[in-house]
């Protein structure tokens, strides 16, 4: 299975480009912390005391990036995963039950397949494990019938 690709346009002309930089929306934090008149150091040590865990590598982020940090970390792998990272684990209770969700017995009881059918539809359903987490048992429910009602018109197209 291929992995998502996300294609991002960046206005090919000099001109357009600061266009679309300066029409750019921000974050709303920028926004409250635009009167604020502090130092890096005043503002990196206000974001450390509101961190409870304490951690100094949590300081890269929020009102001490600046708008091109900003647009670096918008579109770096590495930050996305990072904030991939932080949003499951405001799921953790979730991945503790996903094997309760979504499995072959929940699959069966809604499509009726069986055996080497019922896991040809569940390789072919290929839910992100991120939505699995996400999506609670009617989502899933509605999911699997959206992608049964597709797994049998192509394989009635395709003569199987």
Not at 15 to 37: C, N, S
Request: glycine content about 4%.
């Amino acid at each position: 299975m291929l992995k998502e690709v996300r294609i991002v346009a960046i206005n090919p002309s000099y001109e357009g480009f600061k266009r679309d930089i300066v029409t750019l929306q921000l974050p709303d934090y920028y926004k409250r912390a635009q009167d604020v008149k502090l130092s890096e150091m005043d503002k990196a040590n206000a974001k450390y005391a509101q961190n409870p865990n304490g951690n100094l590598l949590a300081l890269g982020g929020g009102m001490t990036m600046s708008p091109i940090s900003y647009l670096y970390n918008k579109y770096n792998r590495k930050s996305q995963m990072q904030q991939l990272y932080n949003e499951m684990m405001t799921y953790e209770d979730e991945i503790d039950h996903i094997q309760e969700k979504y499995n072959r017995e929940v699959v069966h009881e809604i499509t009726g397949l069986q055996g080497d059918e019922l896991l040809d539809f569940m390789t072919y359903c290929h839910f992100s494990y991120y939505d699995l987490v996400r999506w609670d048992r009617e989502t899933i429910s509605s999911e699997v019938k959206n992608k049964f009602f597709s797994y049998q018109y192509d394989k009635i197209k395709n003569g199987n």
